[in-house]
T-cell receptor, first 116, second 113 residues
Framework: GAVVSQHPSRVICKSGTSVKIECRSL??????MFWYRQFPKKSLMLMAT?????????EQGVEKDKFLINHASLTLSTLTVTSAHPEDSSFYIC????????????FGPGTRLLVL | AQSVTQLGSHVSVSEGALVLLRCNYS??????LFWYVQYPNQGLQLLLK??????LVKGINDFEAEFKKSETSFHLTKPSAHMSDAAEYFC???????????FGTGTLLAVQP
């Protein structure tokens, strides 16, 4: 299957700082990327859908000014957690897809964020 | 609206025994259905995918799933469990043109020696 990478895999930051997470599709062009958040022992919660070259579509209840998403190219999307607080600590996972109906989403390995 | 129900948040089997993880879906249109596996502190790996080409779908690591429209089910099976199969398994349905995935709550599979 296709390969999706995320960087960093783990990050610790101080409260009030911003953190950027990168999601790259390594061997295919990802028209659409998704960002998820996963709490311990829970399923994935979709945060936003990111289409290349356009603004991200956020799910209800997700603050777009706090979770900035950029999808500037067909192989890279970034999620920036702005002014991070301890409650933002979580496992963030991205996925990438070609965008055709029913296309498989390929997931990155996730980024563990800890805000102190 | 589409939804997925996974019966059994925890399933425990003995090594070598049959694995059966249940998934029922709700969809007003022919669905795309997926099974993913997640190992601790990792992303999700695709096990298999139903796209209407065949009702019995074979995936990686000897997993397979059968699409049963009359039962709105897409249960995952494996004839003989290995210790390495211990992980969290997620069933998901794709939401039409947006390709959003609606996930079930997951089933944690434990394999006993």
């Amino acid at each position: 299957g296709a390969v999706v990478s995320q960087h960093p895999s783990r990050v610790i930051c101080k409260s009030g700082t911003s953190v950027k997470i990168e999601c790259r599709s390594l061997d295919f062009q990802a028209t659409t990327m998704f960002w998820y958040r996963q709490f311990p022992k829970k399923s994935l919660m979709l945060m936003a859908t990111s289409n290349e070259g356009s603004k991200a579509t956020y799910e209800q209840g997700v603050e777009k000014d706090k979770f900035l998403i950029n999808h500037a190219s067909l192989t890279l999307s970034t999620l920036t957690v702005t002014s991070a607080h301890p409650e933002d600590s979580s496992f963030y996972i991205c996925s990438a897809t070609s965008g055709t109906p029913g296309a498989t989403q390929y997931f990155g390995p996730g980024t563990r964020l800890l805000v102190l | 609206a589409q939804s997925v129900t996974q019966l059994g948040s925890h399933v425990s089997v003995s090594e070598g025994a049959l694995v059966l993880l249940r998934c029922n879906y709700s969809s007003s249109v022919p669905p795309y259905l997926f099974w993913y596996v997640q190992y601790p502190n990792q992303g999700l790996q695709l096990l298999l995918k139903y796209t209407s080409a065949a009702t019995l779908v074979k995936g990686i690591n000897d997993f397979e799933a059968e699409f049963k429209k009359s039962e709105t089910s897409f249960h995952l099976t494996k004839p003989s469990a290995h210790m390495s199969d211990a992980a969290e398994y997620f069933c998901a349905v794709s939401e039409g043109a947006t390709n959003k995935l609606i996930f079930g709550t997951g089933t944690l599979l434990a394999v006993q020696p």
